[in-house]
């Protein structure tokens, strides 16, 4: 079997810029209908947080709209950790980069995954993937909403900040 793990982290055109990925949305469409064509069978990786707040909300349906174009055997999320040396921390700093909270990162995550229509292997790395990750996902979309819904009403954010700002790898 051949496949390939494309880390394209957004379908947004404005945050793709804006991460200098080098690559656009249609891009991202031309290069899956061909590896679809040529048999290879691949994933795709959403990375919530990246558009920070004042773009998250463009991100995270602009994305899911393109991945829902494609036919990947798995989509996987992560959300950002702004590890030290990088230049979005840096920015952060400066106040040029918004990051999101937690509670606003699952917001996106749930705003994309309410969104993504592709019927795939789901992966996430939020802290209860246990309970969102696996085969099927259009038969457990509902399931892995309803979840993010409970841990953004409920969920302890103090603990979860902690738990990135404690990251030392990805």
């Not at 993937?129 to 309803?146: M, V, Y």
């Amino acid at each position: 079997m051949r496949e390939i793990s494309l880390g394209v982290e957004s379908g947004d055109d404005w945050t793709l810029d804006r991460i200098h990925k080098g690559y656009h949305a249609e891009d991202i469409l031309e290069l899956c209908h061909k590896l679809e064509e040529a048999g290879i069978d691949y994933w795709m990786t959403f990375l919530y947080g990246v558009a920070g707040r004042s773009h998250s909300r463009e991100h995270a349906v602009h994305s899911a709209q393109i991945f829902s174009k494609c036919h990947p055997m798995l989509v996987g999320t992560g959300g950002l950790t702004l590890f030290p040396g990088t230049p979005l921390l840096e920015e952060a700093r400066r106040e040029e980069f918004d990051p999101l909270s937690e509670k606003e990162m699952l917001e996106e995550l749930k705003l994309f995954v309410e969104n993504l229509n592709v019927d795939c292997a789901f992966i996430t790395h939020y802290t209860v993937a246990a309970n969102l990750t696996g085969p099927d996902f259009l038969s457990r979309k509902d399931k892995i909403i309803e979840v993010l819904d409970q841990a953004i009403r409920f969920g302890d954010m103090d603990r979860m900040a902690l738990r990135r700002r404690n990251k030392k790898t990805l």
